[in-house]
């Protein structure tokens, strides 16, 4: 996943090492202002840094790290197709943001589902270091996504769905924020798959002894947030939902290029 987000923003930015990957967004390139561009840069380096840490961690636990290019991935959506049901992200700058949030909100989902398998109680210093960054590279990712919402929101002033504050509410499609972009079947469907989930207000916490259940919208003394809706609005946004990771492989499986024979998607 961090592979796919790293190369298809050098691709955005023309820096892919595959020509033709550059060449496709040409014609969007050539719509995002100067202070997105500036965003979606700042965003690739720090993607950049979390394939590299990513990479060093797995090569650092003894085992072998995964030989991905930037010709394995199909941005599209289409599997190698190259015309898949997000083909519009490569010249509508709208779709191209709306998929670009899509990438990272997964980000933040896929991590949070993994990061409890990093728990180690033992004592293992090089341990508890992935499992650190593995929770920064978490809220980094929450930052991007938020970065993104923001910009369309600005873009779309009437687009109530996407909060100001850059905040997801509620689940499923209407959490992505589709508004007027009009959409294949397929891409709605994989927007629905990446959003599934996100009105889940039951949280799971650990007092020290044992797993309690906290509904975030029902809390004591929260009347000054408003009434009902207003309370279930917030306990939504306040926590992102995990991904499995058998719904993180069906979210982006066909953005990568099927090669049976090294093991992808």
Avoid: M
């Avoid at 190369?7 to 496709?24: C, H, I, M, R, W």
């Avoid at 990446?194 to 007092?207: D, H, L, M, R, S």
Wanted: with cysteine.
């Amino acid at each position: 996943l961090e592979n796919l987000e790293n190369e298809f923003y050098k691709a955005v930015l023309g820096t892919s090492a595959v020509p033709a990957q550059n060449d496709a967004f040409t014609t969007v390139r050539g719509q995002i202002p100067a202070p997105a561009q500036e965003a979606v840069q700042l965003i690739q380096t720090h993607e950049q840094q979390h394939v590299d840490f990513i990479r060093a961690a797995i090569e650092g636990a003894g085992a072998t790290a995964p030989n991905i290019t930037a010709d394995d991935f199909d941005f599209t959506g289409g599997n190698g197709s190259n015309d898949g049901p997000f083909a519009a992200a490569t010249t509508d700058l709208d779709v191209l943001l709306l998929t670009t949030q899509a990438f990272e909100d997964t980000g933040v989902r896929a991590y949070k589902g993994q990061i409890p398998l990093l728990l180690d109680n033992s004592g293992n210093a090089a341990a508890d270091a992935v499992l650190e960054a593995a929770c920064r590279i978490e809220t980094v990712e929450g930052r991007h996504a938020s970065k993104i919402r923001r910009i369309r929101r600005q873009r779309t002033p009437g687009l109530t769905a996407i909060r100001h504050s850059g905040y997801v509410l509620g689940g499923g499609l209407d959490a992505a924020g589709v508004g007027g972009i009009s959409l294949p079947a397929a891409a709605v469907a994989a927007l629905t798959a990446v959003y599934a989930g996100e009105e889940n207000t039951i949280q799971v916490v650990w007092n020290g002894t044992q797993e309690l259940r906290i509904d975030t919208a029902n809390l004591p003394n929260t009347d000054v947030i408003g009434d009902a809706a207003r309370k279930l609005a917030a306990g939504q946004i306040a926590f992102d939902a995990p991904l499995t990771r058998e719904q993180v492989i069906t979210i982006v499986r066909d953005f990568i290029k099927d090669d049976p024979t090294r093991g992808l998607p």
